[in-house]
């Protein structure tokens, strides 16, 4: 039987309770595809720092190394500066197993309502690509002359041809593979006249590479409109770690709530293992409540069985939980009245009713 290794952290807030809930469903869905999970459970996060002063062990990478893939939560506590608990363990681990491609899908499931008026399925239908090694989160910059008048503080963003390029090939690539054929190259080189205009120069030249692909630009504010006006005009999008970070909160706000939204950090030349998170944080608001929306956490590991090469696995999980959106059984955040477990169970069902 195939085996995946998958190392689970689920780390702070609500992430234990929406990574718990997705191995529930992974379990219930490896036992009819066929497939074994070996799932290792790191308890990395806020705890851990407050006990240690390291979110995770100098070794950490090294732990992971041989996994298949990540499972990851959300980290960040109430009393931990968030760059703090940033830095010290998702950060690392995106960029230490360069995963330079952070891949969010956003659409719109049955039975969930938009904002957006007279938008429903199909409407809303995006992959929003986001350049994950440098960028605005490069970490270059500094603080000089702390607490004096002339303190100063700069936050420069680093951009590569090797880091454009091939975030623009891999998004160029993922739009390809989509009925639409369409990239929108987000940037905003009208005021950033460096680092924006070089990603224009790029995203011109990959695109000779990809003929059968239509592809058009746009700048970051008007992006924002677009996604609210326009929805249905948008397919695949690609942008900066800064830009992306953004219009993706707002992509899955669209779409119904951050509680749905999932997300792949993804290194896509395999040499490491992958990381899938949903893109929400540990939601400090609605900890230990049972009312976390475990639906990102079930997408997110349908884009981590595809990523395993388990499509067929993948398209199951999610005709489940598209069932169940549509029959109404739904936590707080999307209008309903169900519970965690609530959700998790009708997810269980429904894939044990399949086939
Ligand atoms: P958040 O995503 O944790 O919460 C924003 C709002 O969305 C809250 O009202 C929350 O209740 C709601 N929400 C989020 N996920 C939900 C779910 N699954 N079901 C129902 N409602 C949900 O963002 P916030 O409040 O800005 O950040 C809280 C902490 O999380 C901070 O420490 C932040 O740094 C961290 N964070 C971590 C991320 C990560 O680990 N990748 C991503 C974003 C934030
Ligand atoms: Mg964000």
């Known amino acids: 039987m195939r085996t995946y290794r998958i190392a689970a952290i689920p780390a702070d807030g609500i992430g234990p309770e929406v990574i718990d809930a997705g191995l529930e469903v992974l379990d219930a869905l490896a036992a009819r595809a066929g497939f074994g999970l070996d799932v290792t459970r790191y308890d990395w996060g806020s705890d851990r720092y407050r006990r240690t002063g390291a979110l995770m062990p100098a070794d950490g990478l090294d732990q992971l190394r041989g996994m298949d893939a990540i499972y990851f939560g959300a980290v960040g506590a109430p009393d931990i500066p968030d760059h703090v608990t940033l830095w010290g363990l ?100 009208n005021a950033q006249r460096h680092g924006m205009v070089f990603w224009d120069e790029i995203a011109a030249l990959v695109a000779a590479d990809f003929p059968d692909v239509a592809w058009d630009k746009e700048l970051v504010d008007a992006m924002t409109t677009r996604m609210v006006r326009r929805p249905a005009s948008i397919d695949t999008v690609v942008a900066t770690n800064l830009h992306a970070d953004i219009l993706s909160d707002l992509a899955a706000a669209l779409a119904g709530s951050l509680g749905i939204a999932p997300t792949g950090n993804i290194d896509p030349e395999r040499r490491f293992p992958s990381m899938f998170e949903p893109i929400h944080g540990s939601a400090f608001d609605i900890t230990g409540r049972g009312i976390a929306n475990p639906v990102a956490s079930f997408w997110t590991a349908a884009m981590m069985l595809e990523h395993l090469g388990e499509a067929a696995a993948a398209a199951s999980l999610m005709a489940a939980v598209e069932q169940v959106c549509a029959a109404g059984i739904m936590t707080p955040d999307l209008g309903g009245t169900e519970t965690t477990a609530g959700v998790t169970r009708a997810v269980v069902d429904a894939l044990r009713g399949a086939n």
């Open 90 to 189: 998702r950060l690392p681990i995106c960029q230490g197993f360069d995963q330079y491609a952070n891949v969010r899908p956003t659409r719109i499931l049955p039975g969930v309502t938009s904002p957006l008026r007279d938008v429903g399925p199909g409407d809303l239908d995006w992959v929003i690509v986001r350049e994950n090694s440098e960028g605005e989160y490069a970490g270059h910059g500094g603080r000089a002359h702390r607490g004096l008048p002339e303190e100063v503080a700069t936050e420069t963003a680093i951009f590569t041809r090797r880091g454009v390029e091939r975030i623009m090939r891999h998004a160029f690539a993922i739009a390809r593979a989509r009925p639409a054929k369409h990239l929108t190259v987000v940037t905003k080189s």
